[in-house]
């Protein structure tokens, strides 16, 4: 199984993940802080991360994602949506964007610090 790295506002996680899987998926069951305000479903961009290593080996992004990441901030080239991007069989190296830790704060408000 590839193994899928994070990184995060705290530091970096390898996580293992079966072909198939979405990235929003591993990172849900992995307690990864990537945010889904639409649970997952290519309806808003709170997912935005970028793909740093492996972007090459993962299927083109359909015109729904396209036009989801539109709305996203900070859109690079390399930016995916993780409800989108199902793992093949390749190492994948992940970075959270600040949009998506955030909406991940807002789901999760008892992790914020007071």
Same mark, same amino acid.
């Given at each position: 199984m590839p193994n899928v790295t994070f990184i995060g506002?705290? #530091?970096?996680t390898v996580v293992e993940a079966a072909p198939g899987e979405t990235l929003l998926?591993?990172? /849900? %069951?992995? &307690? =990864?802080?990537?945010?889904?305000?639409?649970? #997952?479903v290519?309806?808003?961009?709170?997912?935005?991360? +970028?793909? !740093?290593? #492996?972007?090459q080996t993962?299927? /083109?992004?359909?015109?729904?994602?396209? &036009? %989801?990441? &539109?709305?996203?901030f900070d859109v690079r080239a390399y930016s995916r949506l993780g409800c989108q991007v199902k793992v093949g069989t390749a190492d994948l190296v992940v970075e959270l964007t600040?949009?998506? =830790? !955030?909406?991940? +704060? &807002?789901?999760h408000p008892q992790a914020r610090k007071p």
């Open positions: 506002p705290h #530091g970096t998926d591993v990172a /849900e %069951r992995h &307690d =990864i802080m990537m945010g889904s305000a639409c649970g #997952g290519c309806a808003c961009s709170s997912c935005h991360c +970028y793909v !740093r290593q #492996g972007l993962l299927p /083109e992004m359909s015109d729904a994602e396209s &036009d %989801r990441l &539109d709305m996203g600040q949009e998506s =830790i !955030r909406t991940w +704060y &807002d789901e």
